[in-house]
């Protein structure tokens, strides 16, 4: 059963469903999507992940049809999407407002879209039961959107933009008017509806936790362009810039230059730390080569004692500690002044009252890193 | 002590100011119950101007054509300032779009009689040129009536078009519907209860308006002010007291209801809120 259903994803995945190809967008000569190009594949959750202002809306805003291209196409399983208005695509979209229509029921603004689709009362009917069933909102289908609490509104909006079966939906920054706690819990239950369905799904946001917890892939985009496309384990462990390797989660960086280039490792020396940086894989590169080293905080070890291994250490004086229970961020200064940040499983419980030797500020430790924990990228 | 004072004063203050505002009304409306033809003086408790006034019936055909203008006025007031109000929210930048929004407001700030004066040199010459209109009459007021009463609509609608989310709309092409179909179906209904202050105010404004309506009008379209007017120059009659209580017992008993409705909406509205939540 588990190995069919893997086998029949993996199928899917060969048969892109949506082409971006080239795809521009000018606002007043400010390129706000500058020269697309993306595959979505069937079935999927893509997340679009960025800053605001980055152009993800405004490429959202182009699939839906609220925006004309400037250049470039979009194709839906193989036709052109170019000049049809929204009402026109079958595409739907669920909007970060949620956008209900406030004077109708729940049922009525399920029917709007289904009004257009000349289908029968009976068969309209069925269509609101069978989607509300879906969200689990069948109880509150005479209810007016006011009357709803800011989840329910989302299901209802999530059942209306699924009640036409699109081929395309497309969700605009999903949990953007949820508080927290609620936020986790809806990520999993639509994720769940929406395979349920499977339908293919495009979605923006600017929260990372959000778009890795949903999306099954992953598009970083910054200033109109889209840097890294790649499975949320792949755009957190091997980012393949400095742009995304900070965007995502937080890193150290350390800027060097490469000393050692062999097929099985290679070195960078790094004004900032007294021994080279040795990583266990070759650098295509040239010797002297300006190079960056990104190393993610939780790949950082901290110890009282020096280490044993020649290279990855540094000294450091503890500066600052955040303590948010699972485990403590520690702020550490380099004797060069840098400034690392190492994040600590709190494995142990603490107690108050403990005599255990236990890590404080102003206390010298060392820094180490394994020689696979960390990413080189070109500066 | 200050504070006792502070507070004896605004007291004052209050009072003299409900005084001033209220106290013409009430003694307007004690002498419709005068028994005297003369209104300052009293001679008795008697309600025969009630009955006087509905036998007048130059002042009743007034009352029928003045509702009868400030109703269609009014609706026409409605459309027109709705379409103005569209094209001024909506339509992005346009060439001239600052002097269209500040012309389309002027008539709130022109002196009536200006208004009322270039309305009725508009007439005169057009009936002298295409003529029509062959006379004034309620056509004219009714023109004349909905120009300066559109301009306080796509005012009044105008601001609800600007707090409106936008995303709604787009929600409803999404989901199939056309630019008229969002219109009718999404747009309109939204905004209809911006659309009917407009026309409230606008009925009232038509209902209220003595000059424009003097300027415009002709033999045989008198509208309630003009009446009033007219027949104060020739000495209050107790029947226009009698009228003016009638009037101003209208407007508060409309005023209360409104009140009175939109409280209950608004109370089954947070009660409705309350019960989401606690759900």
């Known amino acids: 059963m588990a190995t069919e259903q893997s086998n029949s994803q993996i199928e899917n995945k060969k048969l892109v469903q949506l082409e971006i190809k080239k795809l521009e967008k000018d606002f007043d000569g400010f390129k706000a999507v500058n020269n697309i190009s993306l595959d979505i594949y069937q079935g999927e959750i893509f997340a679009l992940l960025g800053a605001s202002g980055c152009g993800k809306s405004t490429l959202l805003r182009l699939l839906a049809g609220f925006e004309m291209p400037t250049a470039g196409d979009i194709l839906l399983n193989g036709q052109s999407l170019i000049g049809l208005s929204p009402h026109e695509r079958p595409i739907n979209m669920m909007f970060q407002s949620y956008a209900l229509f406030p004077h109708m029921t729940v049922e009525q603004n399920i029917a709007f879209g289904l009004r257009y689709e000349h289908l029968s009362k009976v068969e309209i009917t069925r269509k609101i039961d069978e989607v509300l069933n879906l969200v689990q909102m069948a109880q509150y289908a005479k209810r007016k959107p006011h009357q709803l609490s800011g989840g329910q509104q989302q299901r209802v909006a999530l059942a209306r933009s699924l009640a036409k079966e699109p081929k395309l939906l497309l969700l605009d920054e999903p949990m953007g008017a949820l508080d927290k706690k609620l936020r986790t819990q809806m990520q999993l239950e639509i994720v769940d509806i929406l395979e349920s369905v499977e339908v293919t799904c495009v979605m923006v946001t600017h929260d990372q936790e959000e778009a890795m917890t949903m999306a099954s892939r992953v598009g970083i985009m910054d200033a109109g362009v889209i840097r890294q496309i790649g499975q949320p384990i792949e755009v957190y462990e091997q980012p393949n810039c400095r742009m995304t390797a900070e965007f995502i989660g937080s890193v150290n960086i350390f800027e060097g230059t490469l000393s050692v280039d062999e097929p099985d490792h290679a070195q960078i020396n790094c004004p900032d730390l007294p021994v080279p940086i040795h990583v266990a894989h070759g650098v295509v590169g040239s010797f002297g080569m300006q190079l960056a080293f990104a190393l993610r905080p939780e790949k950082v070890r901290v110890d009282m004692e020096k280490p044993a291994n020649a290279h990855n250490f540094a000294r450091g004086v503890i500066e600052d500690i955040a303590y948010l229970g699972s485990h403590s961020i520690y702020h550490l200064r380099l004797p060069s002044g840098k400034k690392v940040l190492a994040s600590v499983a709190n494995s142990d419980r603490l107690v108050t009252g403990d005599d255990a030797p236990r890590l404080t500020w102003n206390d010298e430790v060392y820094l180490s890193w394994s020689e696979k924990s960390g990413v080189v990228l070109s500066a | ?279």
């Open chain 2, 1 to 279: 002590m200050t504070n006792a004072g502070i507070g004896r004063w605004s007291w004052m203050a209050l009072v003299s100011g409900f005084i001033f505002l209220y106290v013409p009304i009430f003694i307007l409306m004690f002498y419709s119950f005068n028994e005297s033809r003369l209104v300052t003086v009293w001679a008795g408790f008697s309600i025969k101007w009630y009955g006087e006034l509905f036998r007048d019936e130059q002042m009743m055909s007034a009352v029928w054509m003045s509702l009868k203008i400030a109703f269609l006025s009014a609706s026409m007031a409605v459309v027109l300032g709705t379409m103005a109000a569209i094209a001024m929210v909506r339509f992005g930048r346009f060439r001239g779009k600052t002097m269209f929004t500040g012309m389309i407001t002027a008539p709130l700030v022109m002196p009536e009689v200006i208004t009322g004066l270039s309305l009725l040199l508009l007439f005169v010459t057009l009936s002298q040129a295409l003529g029509w209109p062959a006379e004034r009459g309620s056509v004219t007021i009714w023109i004349a009536h909905t120009t300066f009463c559109m301009a306080y609509v796509a005012v009044v609608v105008s601001s609800r078009l600007r707090e409106f989310d936008r995303s709604l709309e787009e929600a409803a092409m999404d989901l199939g519907a056309s630019r008229l179909g969002v219109f009718f179906r999404i747009t309109l209904p939204i905004v209809a209860p911006a659309l009917l202050a407009g026309w409230l105010l606008a009925f009232t404004l038509s209902l209220d308006d003595l000059v424009i309506a003097s300027f415009v009008s002709g033999p045989g379209s008198t509208t309630l002010p003009m009446v009033v007017f007219s027949s104060v120059r020739l000495g209050v009659s107790p029947k226009i007291n009698a009228l003016a209580t009638l009037l101003v017992l209208a407007v508060s008993m409309a005023t209360f209801i409104a009140w009175w409705y939109m409280r209950r909406q608004e109370l089954i509205r947070q009660k409705e809120i309350q019960s989401a939540f606690n759900k």
